[in-house]
């Protein structure tokens, strides 16, 4: 029988994605998208993600039941306050190097996914016959790591040597169509921080496509650096495509193809591989899961107490 892992979250996750690529026949979980207000009975654990966290949410299911998921940006999850989930679980997953330093309940998990590759099959992949692409919306409120990414834009549109994709500036119905073909691709995350790197670097690797990267600043321990091209500032990425050539590429391959194989084999290249790692990691730091959640474990009544204190008596 498969683990029931009850997930609350307020961003990335709908109910096509958990249906169509986080549930399989061999998967040991089954996850089940919820909104507040549900009750999921029969649930193993309960993910509450992000915000979330810091409503009266978590005071519904057992503390025993409850797993804080902090799986966006910092850019959106700065504010949370580190007390509160000290106070409310046991366990947090999280990416933020400032959290795990703490220790306990916060236990590292890198975020993973990928949006080239779906179905999980990679198909082999055909020679590239371009040189570099940028793929980034414009349409961002203009903070953090979204002001860089707008200024290279604009700059990288008027080159007649670098292909630009995305939201307001070309959309592409798969990033496939822009990183394929091509032999590098100017890569941004929204910020720069350690432990947290995205489908944006994740894409490249698995394309075999070499990243022009801007982003988290200790990539080099997770992945390795002599397949990522790093940037700072702007000038220096135009610096960077001045001198973009054939040979470099076939120089820096085995290199991006030394990630790709990171990727797969450490789980870092799909939603349901990431889950995987967070709910093996949340059974791991609380010994197990216990039994199903039962109606009456869900009632105001019990939320009530728990928001009094009273869950770590068991509640």
Known sequence: MKTQIALFDAHSFDKELVDYRLNSEESP??????????????????FISDELTQTRLPHFFPRRKRVAWLKESPVHTREIDAESLIRNFDVVITHRKDLIQL?????RVDFSANWVYPSKEIPALKSKEKSV??????????????VLRQEVATKLLKRSDVDCFGKGINPIGSKLDALSDYRFSVAMENTREDYYYTEKLIDCFLTETIPIYWGCPSIGEIFDLRGIITFKTLPELESIIDNLSQEQYQDLLPYVQENKRRCQEQRLSDYDRYLERCVETAMTHRGGTGKPLRV?????AMAGLRSLGLDKLGL
């Open 29 to 46: 979980f089954q996850y089940t998208l919820y909104k507040s207000g549900d009750k999921p009975v029969g649930a193993d654990l309960v």
């Open 103 to 107: 220790g306990p309940p916060f236990y």
């Open 133 to 146: 692409s940028f793929i980034g919306s414009i349409e961002h409120i203009q903070q953090h790591g979204y």
């Open 296 to 300: 009456w474990q869900l009632s105001k």
